[in-house]
T-cell receptor, first 113, second 115 residues
């Protein structure tokens, strides 16, 4: 019930294409869903986050789509660029919690020029 | 502009050695965390701390302990390192409160190899 399952494990996309990473969770009490981006040699950094009272959140080329009934959420990267090549982690937590995030398994994205 | 600093980027230790991983943050954050990152397993929480001298177990605390004597410093201790503790260790911090607590700032990581 505490797991977050992320897919695919790796993804190769052509420059200009759309990258889609999916996550599923079991615990319906989760109410905060962030995505973190990690470049090689760096720690993860918060990219974008959503709460379940909205179905979509967009920041530039990055969009989170949230399906509460299916207990799934996904990250869409529009017009993918080589600079987006990184590892992406979804996560879930309780907003009342003190930062104890449950992370997915990670997706390594490669955007080919 | 470094906000979470992990003192050792790469360490090589032998089985049975005691290992200290140090983490310092300069953002006056109340919460600090130690995660372990392994391919295909994502990030798994080892220990976290809400305040000085306070600690709580995460999901995989076995074989680890922590120390937080000062607000800005959180240390991870491997009492007797084993080969299955070879991994990337990530320290993170966040503010207290329902909004800021979930916004984690991570260090660059410490890659530990146990031979």
């Amino acid at each position: 019930q505490q797991q977050v399952k992320q897919s695919p494990q790796s993804l190769i996309v052509q420059k200009g294409g759309i990258s889609i990473i999916n996550c599923a969770y079991e615990n319906t009490a989760f109410d905060y869903f962030p995505w973190y981006q990690q470049f090689p040699g760096k720690g993860p950094a918060l990219l974008i986050a959503i709460r379940p009272d909205v179905s979509e959140k967009k920041e530039g080329r990055f969009t989170i789509s949230f399906n509460k009934s299916a207990k799934q959420f996904s990250l869409h990267i529009m017009d993918s660029q080589p600079g987006d090549s990184a590892t992406y982690f979804c996560a879930a937590s309780f907003s009342s919690n003190t930062g104890k995030l449950i992370f997915g398994q990670g997706t390594t994205l490669q955007v080919k020029p | 502009d470094v906000k979470v600093t992990q003192s050792s980027r790469y360490l090589v230790k032998r089985t049975g050695e005691k290992v200290f991983l140090e983490c310092v943050q300069d953002m006056d954050h109340e919460n600090m965390f130690w995660y372990r990152q392994d391919p295909g397993l994502g990030l798994r929480l080892i220990y976290f701390s809400y305040d000085v001298k306070m600690k709580e177990k995460g999901d995989i605390p076995e074989g680890y302990s922590v120390s937080r004597e000062k607000k800005e410093r959180f240390s991870l201790i491997l009492e007797s390192a084993s080969t299955n503790q070879t991994s990337m260790y990530l320290c993170a911090s966040s503010l207290s409160g329902s909004y800021g607590a979930n916004v984690l700032t991570f260090g660059a990581g410490s890659r530990l190899t146990v031979l």
